[in-house]
């Protein structure tokens, strides 16, 4: 079992950056992949960013969705077990609750929320413009 717990939400204003920490319980950490999702109000869970496991031949492979490609970074530590969304240069239009999410499917697909096994709570992320 592998427990999520997501931090570094908060307000800022367009232009702005902000950090998102996704702390993970579990020895087998390294071997998920691990991504970020996101949800407004009214809308479906979306895609932000993956990162794949470290043992596999994809190690190190990042993806990003089309939206926050260029301005978001996601990594990950597996000395600590945390993976972090940096996110830069934020619009209105990525506020959203932020979920980080896990995942022991090896797959070429990473933005189907179905195929991630463990999810965190979410935290708040607010663009003011």
């Known amino acids: 079992q592998v427990q999520l717990v997501e931090s570094g939400g908060g307000l800022v204003q367009a232009g702005g950056s902000l950090r998102l920490s996704c702390a993970a319980s579990?020895?087998?950490?390294?071997?998920?992949?691990m991504g970020w999702f996101r949800q407004a109000p009214g809308k479906e869970r979306e895609f932000v960013a993956a990162t794949t496991w470290s043992w596999s031949w994809s190690a190190g492979t990042t993806v990003y969705s089309h939206s926050v490609n260029g301005r978001f970074t996601i990594s990950r530590d597996n000395t600590n077990n945390t993976v972090y969304l940096q996110m830069n240069s934020l619009k209105p239009e990525d506020t959203a609750v932020y979920y980080c999410?896990?995942?022991?499917?090896?797959?070429?697909?990473?933005?189907?929320?179905?195929?991630?096994?463990?999810w965190g709570q979410g935290t708040q992320v607010t663009v003011s413009s």
């Open positions: 579990g020895r087998t950490f390294s071997s998920y992949t």
């Open positions: 999410a896990g995942r022991t499917l090896v797959s070429k697909t990473y933005d189907r929320a179905a195929d991630y096994d463990y």
